[in-house]
């Protein structure tokens, strides 16, 4: 040895084998300090070399060496140097670069050192880890025996006691007489063992450092002084004792303790395997005997657009209030829940949380808005409408209060297995048909002037859809939920809860749910939109009326009705279910639908489609002049061709009674009316006037 201090019996100063060693990095070899890392600690056990702690806690040289006794180890590098090299024994020196470990909190360089400190004996209970982790359900299921399972198997003993001031002050007092230790379990042992001049101090006493420490306790064993070790408890011991310590258990709270624990449910980030999750199973294994937590949801690592992890340094994110601002918390909520399978990894970025707020929030909430429209200009009353329990008359109704309990079932077995994706996913799917097909097919439903039966029992399934929509939103969305509730729901009956959020989960109602009917009305879907891609194929626009539609499908069975929907949504005069197709069909097909469309436009068909044409622009000048929708008026049209002349004569009753006008004018040389505009029909140029009808 270059120096002889500490010397010690055992063998040292040899050359040995490492696995930890290679010649990749360095020389090859490395020197072994066994009190100053973990490498170096393990082998000098396996080889019982000797320690020599040659640089004290404070990281300086310690009082054996007393040439540098006290100068701070990094500083002492150049003096022992010149030393040495005064001794000619310093064959080159020069200065590496190499990694080193930093202080995360303020980069000051570290030491190693082994101590002597405390540990939970974890290794003792590994099996009853690993047995009793087959009482939790997982979400998702593979981090049960994968990554949890896995660190159960090959659970070490656990180092709960930290070398710093702050902290739990590890309730364990020593006899510095005979060595005894004691460990205190309450304020009651503590002043039982406590001097009798300091009983009385303990009843207020802050169970911190420093005043802690001033209480000295009577040696069980000896008699003599006992003092606190100076060690506080790892961190993680403390989120572990969690369902205790919240409780104040054993000394408060049993009751409630008692019925709580088992926890139903705990979520945390992936990263919690060896943190939260197994601290708290730890714990809870060696006091009961069984799992701290029922269920858990495992949640993945944030991400951002690019594949790169959230961080608070790189902000490569949008500050949460800022995008809350934009798209509203619920968007945000709903991004979570829907937006990636339960326990993988998600991207996080504005652009698809506001995609979330358009496709799903702001359709609900147009949804909404159209129904407060109609029904505040009918007058509409949920409390005097007749419930609609089985809406047999209307094929949409039975079908929306179909797929209503589809979604209700389908969100409820989902909640149940704590798949919080599959619950959340299918609701963008059904507020999408919600407003896209019942809402848009059923427009005309709300529009009649007189109150019969079918208007009636579209207003009540739309109410019961969107009200339904709330209460199952309600985990998920809780502010629009709350919004529309309070309107629909708590505007009308004060005798209701007064919060969706106190409302009973909806349960399904399985008699409503008819599997045929949303298969079909998938058929329908599908048919429709093959047939309008076809159209838009030659640009004939879907107001232009045609004659035919042919289509062809294996086991097509479809009720008249879901056939006149059909009919309508593609505009043609008939539909016909055929494998015989005429050769100047446009056609389209996939593995079991055939859609062929005929494409010839008569004469008849052109005056139907300048029609259509008339009443859409007619509609949009209404808007435009500021009309209600519930407004009548009188319309001055002025234009020359003969066509737009008879086909105005063929369809007049139609018109009158699309666009609510009750007297219709085509003029010679002016018009009048309190708001004029002009426009094309089929190339034909047209003046119009409009005024609202007295
Ligand atoms: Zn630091
Ligand atoms: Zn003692």
Request: hydrophobic content about 35%; glycine content about 4%.
């Amino acid at each position: 040895p270059l120096y002889n201090v500490m010397a010690s019996d055992k063998k040292s100063h040899y050359v040995t084998l490492a696995d930890f060693v290679t010649n990749q990095e360095g020389t090859g070899i490395v020197h072994i300090a066994p009190a100053f890392g973990e490498d170096d600690f393990n082998l000098g056990k396996q080889l019982d070399l000797p320690i020599y702690r040659t640089v004290d806690e404070e990281g300086r040289i310690a009082k054996e060496v007393s040439q540098w006794m006290g100068i701070f180890v990094k500083e002492a590098d150049n003096q022992i140097m010149e030393e040495l090299t005064q001794r000619s024994l310093l064959y080159r020196h020069e200065k590496i670069k190499h990694t080193y470990p930093f202080c995360w909190r303020c980069d000051s360089p570290l030491l190693s050192y082994s101590l002597k400190t405390w540990f939970i004996k974890v290794s003792e209970v590994r099996e009853r880890l690993v047995e009793t982790n087959m009482q939790i359900n997982w979400v998702p299921e593979h981090v049960k025996e994968g990554r949890f399972g896995n660190w159960l198997e090959n659970a070490r003993d656990w180092n709960v006691s930290r070398n710093r001031y702050w902290g739990t002050p590890l309730p364990i007092w020593e006899c510095h007489d005979c060595g005894h230790q004691l460990c205190v379990g309450s304020l009651e042992e503590l002043k039982q063992y406590a001097a009798e001049s300091q009983k009385n101090d303990i009843e207020d006493l802050d169970l911190h450092r420093p005043f802690i420490d001033d209480i000295k306790l009577l040696c069980p064993n000896c008699g003599k002084p006992a003092v606190r070790v100076e060690e506080v408890l790892d961190c993680w011991f403390e989120s572990g004792s969690m369902p205790y310590a919240q409780e104040h258990y054993p000394f408060e709270n049993k009751y409630e303790f008692e019925n709580s624990f088992p926890a139903d449910f705990i979520a945390e980030g992936m990263d919690q395997t060896r943190g939260w999750f197994y601290t708290l199973h730890v714990i809870a294994n060696i006091l009961f005997d069984k799992p701290a937590f029922s269920n858990v949801i495992v949640n993945g690592i944030g991400l951002d657009e690019k594949g790169v992890k959230l961080s608070k340094r790189l902000r490569n994110y949008t500050e949460p209030e800022v995008l809350m601002d934009k798209a509203g918390a619920d968007a945000m909520r709903y991004f979570f829940f829907a937006g990636t399978p339960m326990g993988e990894d998600w991207r996080f970025s504005e652009k698809l949380v506001i995609e979330k707020m358009r496709k799903v929030l702001m359709t609900w909430w147009n949804s909404y808005v159209f129904f407060t429209t109609y029904a505040s200009i009918d007058d509409w009353d949920p409390q005097k409408a007749p419930e609609v329990k089985a809406p047999e008359q209307n094929v949409l109704d039975k079908w929306i209060m179909s797929r209503l309990q589809s979604l209700i079932n389908q969100m409820t077995e989902s909640f149940e297995r704590y798949d919080l994706t599959k619950a959340a996913r299918p609701i963008e799917g059904f507020i999408n048909e919600m407003s896209t097909w019942y809402i848009r097919r059923s427009r005309r439903r709300f529009w009649k002037t007189e109150n019969d039966d079918d208007k009636n029992s579209a207003y009540s399934t739309l109410y019961t859809v969107l009200i339904t929509l709330t209460k199952l939103t309600a985990p998920i969305m809780p502010f629009i939920s709350e919004e529309i509730y309070q309107d629909l729901v708590v505007s009308f009956d004060p005798s209701a809860p007064e919060s969706v959020h106190l409302c009973l989960y909806p349960e399904v109602d399985t008699s409503l749910i008819d599997q045929q009917l949303e298969s079909n009305m998938d058929k329908v879907q599908q048919i429709v939109e093959m047939a309008r891609a076809l159209r838009s194929k030659v640009g004939i626009k879907i107001r232009q009326p045609l004659k035919e539609l042919r289509i062809w499908a294996e086991d097509l069975n479809l009720e008249q009705e879901l056939e006149e929907i059909i009919i309508e949504e593609i505009n043609v005069k008939k539909m016909v279910v055929a494998e015989q197709i005429p050769d100047y069909y446009l056609s389209q097909e996939t593995d079991d639908l055939k859609v062929t469309l005929d494409p010839t436009l008569t004469e008849e068909l052109k005056r139907e489609g300048m029609i259509r044409d008339l009443v859409r622009e007619i509609q949009s000048a209404r808007k435009k002049a500021g009309l209600q929708i519930e407004d009548h008026i009188n319309l001055d049209l002025l234009f020359e061709s003969a066509e737009l002349t008879s086909a105005i004569q063929e369809w007049r009753e139609y018109l009158l009674s699309e666009t609510l006008c009750q007297d219709l004018k085509v003029q010679d040389d002016h018009v009048s009316g309190s708001f004029q505009t002009d426009f094309e029909v089929q190339r034909v140029q047209v003046k119009l006037g409009i005024s609202k009808a007295s």
